[in-house]
């Protein structure tokens, strides 16, 4: 499997504190990608970088990408109770089994923000 | 923006039956489409990438037989799981992407299917 993983598997915060989770993966890439996913319910696109990227931000959100240590991080600055959520990275790579360009997630990280 | 509609979201079916799965791009030609399967509090599995007009590529370890899909136009794909067993209870969820030179838009997501197999 090509899965990346993803740091720390689960993390507790309280409102206001940021959050920071990390994304390790194996192959070259041509973007790599986060999205969230509340409890059972789809997927929610958040933030895409791409190779010859390093850092980008939206809103609250700050992304930064390694390719020579593979590796990517995600940080949710200020957070609510309301970005509860699973997030997931995940990166677009030509699929070394056949079929094109496609999109591998990592493990994902289970946020949970306190009040 | 792109709107991937994915029907039904619930379904509940007996062992042995089949249970098929759409999967619509609403507002985009999708050239690629891809189904995901994901256990609870688990990551999404990439089960097979679909491309317009051909057969589906399956990834290692996924049943081609057991999985069917066809993706029989530029806005349609369906999963058809076939003599379903309680094993295959999971969440279902397609993706879409536009046609060459717009990957990088992202990946557009149906809203997913919870499959029960009772």
């Known amino acids: 499997s090509q899965q990346g993983e993803e740091d720390p598997q689960a993390l507790s915060i309280q409102e206001g504190e940021n959050a920071t989770m990390n994304c390790s993966y194996k192959?070259?890439?041509?973007?790599l990608q986060w999205y969230r996913q509340n409890s059972g319910r789809g997927l929610v696109h958040l933030i895409l970088?791409?190779?010859?990227?390093r850092e980008k931000h939206s809103g609250r959100l700050r992304v930064t990408l390694d390719t020579s240590k593979k590796s990517s991080s995600l940080l949710i600055t200020a957070s609510r109770a309301a970005d509860t959520a699973s997030y997931f990275c995940?990166?677009?790579?030509?699929?070394?089994?056949?079929?094109?360009?496609?999109?591998?997630f990592g493990t994902g990280t289970q946020l949970k923000v306190e009040l | 923006g792109a709107v991937v509609s994915q029907h039904p979201s619930r379904v509940i079916c007996k062992s042995g039956t089949s249970v098929k799965i759409e999967c619509r791009s609403l507002d985009f030609q999708a050239t690629t489409m891809f189904w995901y399967r994901q256990f609870p509090k688990q990551s999404l599995m990439l089960m097979a990438t679909?491309?317009?007009?051909?057969?589906?590529?399956?990834e290692q370890g996924v049943e081609k037989d057991k999985f069917l899909i066809n993706h029989a136009s530029l806005t349609l794909s369906t999963l058809t799981v076939t003599s379903a067993h309680p094993e295959d209870s999971s969440f279902y969820i397609c993706?879409?992407?536009?046609?060459?030179?717009?990957?990088?838009?992202?990946?557009?997501f149906g809203s997913g299917t919870r499959l029960t197999v009772v």
């Open positions: 192959t070259s890439i041509n973007n």
């Open positions: 993706s879409a992407r536009e046609g060459l030179g717009r990957r990088e838009r992202g990946y557009t």
């Open positions: 679909s491309n317009e007009g051909s057969k589906a590529t399956y």
């Open positions: 970088i791409r190779s010859n990227e």
């Open positions: 995940a990166t677009d790579a030509f699929g070394l089994t056949g079929g094109g360009n496609k999109l591998t």
